[in-house]
């Protein structure tokens, strides 16, 4: 099995920072791209930010300049350091994975549970 267990989520007034985690654990062989997605209420989840094991970003336009992407290859895990933010970034943010569980397996795409993000304007 593999989880991914979010952390770092809560509530923040507007241009304040908030930092997220985001640890995979379980049957890992590889760990391919990571990066959080976000769901506002009535909305469709979208990208956020994503980093692949080489370390390239690709960012939303919205959050360019404001949020910082890093990863820790040894430890599978993802950070999403979020600045000035606005209320607008309100919604639950949830991880993504794509990894290998095994020498064998194809790649597959694992979520986190979700954590949520409150911005008070």
């Known amino acids: 099995q593999v989880q991914l267990v979010e952390s770092g989520g809560g509530l923040v007034q507007a241009g304040g920072s908030l930092r997220l985690s985001c640890a995979a654990s379980?049957?890992?062989?590889?760990?391919?791209?990571m990066g959080w997605y976000r769901q506002a209420p009535g909305k469709q989840r979208e990208l956020v930010a994503a980093?692949?094991?080489?370390?390239?970003?690709n960012y939303a336009d919205s959050v360019k300049g404001r949020f910082t992407i890093s990863r820790d290859n040894a430890k599978n895990t993802v950070y999403l350091q979020m600045d000035s933010l606005k209320a607008e970034d309100t919604g639950v943010y949830y991880c993504?994975?794509?990894?290998?569980?095994?020498?064998?397996?194809?790649?597959?795409?694992?979520w986190g549970q979700g954590t949520q993000v409150t911005v008070s304007s």
């Open positions: 980093i692949t094991s080489d370390g390239i970003t």
């Open positions: 379980g049957s890992i062989f590889r760990t391919n791209a």
């Open positions: 993504n994975a794509n990894l290998r569980r095994s020498m064998r397996s194809g790649s597959s795409d694992y």
